[in-house]
């Protein structure tokens, strides 16, 4: 199955921005996929925004539109999350996952996580 590896969470302050990245290690990214997702502290999973394997977008989070985008990078096989103008609520460990299309992956229940990567936004 996917191995897929993030990165690039830290500490924000509140409007601040950061970029995350989701690696595959041994395959191509390119027939897949790639799904976003977050845990904040005393909530469940939920998936964010997802990239088709064409490379259309979709949101699963409102309050994500106009400030997540996702892109894939074909040469570095990475795709990245990139947050603008982040607030306290989006404080969460971020983690992707793959497959066949986003629907499938944001609604299968039963993904094989990763460890993820912190981001927190504070003042």
């Known amino acids: 199955q996917l191995q897929l590896v993030e990165s690039g969470g830290g500490l924000v302050q509140p409007g601040g921005s950061l970029r995350l990245s989701c690696a595959a290690s041994?395959?191509?990214?390119?027939?897949?996929?790639i799904g976003w997702f977050r845990q904040a502290p005393g909530k469940e999973r939920e998936g964010v925004l997802c990239?088709?394997?064409?490379?259309?977008?979709?949101y699963y989070v409102d309050s994500a539109k106009g400030r997540f985008t996702v892109s894939r990078d074909t040469a570095k096989n990475t795709v990245y999350l990139h947050m603008n103008s982040l607030k306290p609520e989006d404080t969460a460990i971020y983690y992707c996952?793959?497959?066949?299309?986003?629907?499938?992956?944001?609604?299968?229940?039963?993904?094989?996580w990763g460890q993820g990567t912190q981001v927190t936004v504070t003042s």
């Open positions: 041994g395959f191509s990214l390119d027939y897949y996929a």
């Open positions: 996952a793959g497959g066949p299309t986003c629907a499938v992956v944001v609604g299968t229940p039963d993904l094989t």
């Open positions: 990239i088709s394997a064409s490379d259309s977008s979709t």
